[in-house]
């Protein structure tokens, strides 16, 4: 018995099997989110590693994991200081037994003082904790040498959740046609962009950066994707990852004053997504936040709406499971400032714990503190073994056929070109995959490492890339690399294209 | 110069003071949204506290914000357990060093050891490490007598986290008209649902719970509220708190079963929001899961989608600030579970420390263990405490003329009804407040405690209300409710309705 086709018992009651969410009626924004970080590629990893460690016989001992920014899990050991800390904060008798330095017991004690009834199991302010935000807005004015306002500083589960949020602010409250909102992003771009604008069924106004020259932004580009999408949306915003991810690129000076310049004249809000601010490798090469070339621009920009922001999961401190991150808004209308505030205290508050990794992170061991030789000795080592593996794995990919990778100046990933065969794309194509996807399933079946192929990032039509993080220890990727190459020899073999075709 | 409605300078050039996004231009859904448990009153409250702390004369000492089920907040002594195991798995150094036990060693090692690169600063997977997944599992089968399974586990920052996805989840994509998903709530409620369906623009279906009946949950009205929202929406899900909040009170077990079986027939989603599980004081009264319920129920039910919500923020434990959530997901559709795994896994994952109290709450030391005499003794007391304060909490109130209290059976909150005169509700309107927040906002003035009024979470029209949480210490809330009477009986006085008027 059928009744608005659905089965139905005898008794007139619709049979156990019909479901009231089903891929046909659940929200279909939600089905058409792609976030190929964590994408099948991923999960097929996730496999491998369970059949090895089940002693399950492979060409490799065990699956590296380069599809994702997550320091730690690829062996970074934690910085001391942040760690006692936090230690302290979750169980503050130790700050009466424990050995920790004199420095960290303050930092914990003035932390616990700024919690509702010393404890960290309290919520905070929807905003974060104030003390915490006073010491944000210190970092920023000290790296900006422009003043920072703690009541414009939001502390955030991760940058990801500021992200979320404010994109989701600058809807129209129309969910299709062209009176959506627009959004500009890069391509490539993280794809978390993408995901939360699918999500809102939010116009995607993408702008290509060059990769002829070091994945360059050009202004031009940027008014060539605008103007495309007008008749199509309500544009809003441009969004910018510096450090580039997945592109490593480190913005010069003038071309962040050109982009403010594009997005005052042509009105839109801008988002610095400046996550990876610390990790600057390239010669003679210096970050320079959204905020100070704003601010050095003087009182005519005094109301430019530019929201940057920060996270504890990157830089030296790689603390991804803290979900520290904070974002500051400047230029916001108070009365969108009131809104943003409600909205966010909905959902409560960040973890207390990602809040005071973030004060560990902008307020660290000064000169003279008990910690600070160690804090600085763990930090340098860090960032100089970044440098080290970011040159060595743009060496390695320049030194292979069919492979082209531009220099890897800041950010912890390379995206390297690679020049899939036409005989691969066409067996790709035979299998329903997309060619760089084939190209990094096989690459992980026959080596176990695992990248996150190009198209999860956007490329433009016709190149093929992957993304690799540059986490892996030295000792990791040396060995790793000469399977790659093996790994890649053979692939170009198995596919080179027949030098006598037309094509 | 106006352009676009705009002022522009005289190099053709928008004038700073213009701003792309405004209270105009912004996300009329996100405008939308009510949350009055961190509302006006209590940011006036916030207000009163730096007053006091800079010295200022008040008719009372200290503010008690009683709007938030925020226990360590109000002097709540956090268990000794769970702060343990976190500490040493944010710094592993005190698995050697310290004197911390043996179990709560073995736990922090076990979670350890559970996380990529042995550090709690790896990303762990989007829906949770999988050790404390399996624990919550049996957890659930222990409570239920029923087993769950840990694919059907996701691990979420607070419940809240939990709630809104499923919430986006089940939206239609069309966001005005009678084609928006149609969510069923009880009023009162806990606004963190209508601040949700107000953010997704959804359609927000009221059931009202029956205050004459110890706020009972009556199927007819559910049958009621459906039929008449049917034409304005499509109808996808039925939401339940129990125990109630604010309404403090605990489903029957029959009640429980009527719910499922309404759900059931009408072909709704059932989400039950199940954070005050282990706060239930009514004398012969139990916590019944629905997941139990609809087990008992049998085969036929096997493909029934419920999800239930829980949280390590209230029961025993009131660890907010850690935003530790679960939420069983059992008959959904593999394709929808695949999707809402796809939307998670953009935002990372939850904050591992929350991930690890929540294994401190369904994994507590066992009798043998080192820790258990007291971690048994720490929670008696917090339960016992609760009981003691529900009690005296509502008979204080039914102590006095013009309020009138249901038993507080369950959960953390008293919900009384102020029967407030007519002369007040005229001079509320005449300030164009709520009779209720104005009621509230003088309560705090006059006594620094500081509650939500009843329309924050919605109440029959002509009813009014307040809701406060149970969860300051005794003797706190002694003295509290002696200011608390002067200032009701003061207010009824003042506004005494007329005895020689008509109404």
Known sequence: MIRNGKQVNLNGKCSSSSKVLTGETMNPYVKQ??????GAIV????????????????????????????AHALGMVPLTFPRQVIAMCVCPELLETSNFPADAKA???????????????AY?????????????????????GHKADPSTIFLTGGASQGIKGILK???????????????????????????????????????????ANGWRLDIGELKRALNEARPHCVPRALCVINPGNPTG??????????????????????????????????????????????????????????????????GFLGECGFRGGYMEVVGMEEEVKFQLKK????????????????????????????????????????LQSLKERAKLVAETFNSMDGIQCNEVVGAMYAFPQVFI????????????????????????????????????????????????TILPSIDTLKPLFEHFKAFHQDFMDKYRDDPNSSL
């Open 249 to 314: 690129q480190v913005l010069p000076y003038e071309n962040i004053q050109d982009i403010i310049k594009f997005c005052h004249e042509e009105e839109l809000v801008l988002l610095a997504d400046e996550v990876y601010q610390a990790n600057v490798y390239g010669e003679g090469l210096e970050f320079h936040s959204f905020k100070k070339v704003l601010r050095d621009l003087g009182p005519d920009y005094d109301n430019f709406e530019l929201i940057s922001f920060h996270s504890t999961s990157k």
């Open 421 to 468: 065969p036409r005989k691969a794309q066409e067996e790709a194509k035979a299998r329903g995959m997309h060619p760089d996807s084939f190209y990094a399933i096989q690459l992980l079946e026959k080596t176990g490492l695992c990248v996150v192929p190009g198209n999860g990032f956007g490329q433009r039509d016709g190149t093929f890339h992957f993304r690799l």
């Open 107 to 121: 930092k914990a004690r003035r932390i616990l003082n700024e919690t509702k009834g010393h404890s960290m199991g």
């Open 124 to 144: 905070t302010d929807s905003q974060g904790i104030e003390g915490i935000r006073i010491n944000v807005a210190k970092y920023i004015s000290e790296r900006d």
């Open 33 to 38: 989110i792609q976030y190929a970080v964590r």
């Open 343 to 382: 909205m966010i205290s909905a959902s409560l508050c960040s973890c207390t714990t990602g809040q005071a990794m973030m004060d560990c992170l902008v307020s660290p061991p000064q000169p003279g503190d008990e910690s600070y030789d160690t804090f600085l000795n763990e930090k340098t080592k860090v």
């Open 169 to 211: 602010l600058l809807q129209t409250g129309v969910n299709t046609g062209n009176g959506r909102a627009g959004v500009m992003i890069p391509i490539p771009q993280y794809p978390l962009y993408s995901a939360t604008l699918s999500e809102l069924n939010s116009y995607q106004i993408n702008y290509y950066l060059d990769e």
């Open 43 to 70: 999960q097929r990893a996730g496999i491998l590693e369970k059949e090895l460690a089940k002693g399950a016989i492979k060409p490799y001992e065990k699956v590296t994991k380069a599809n994702i920014g997550d």
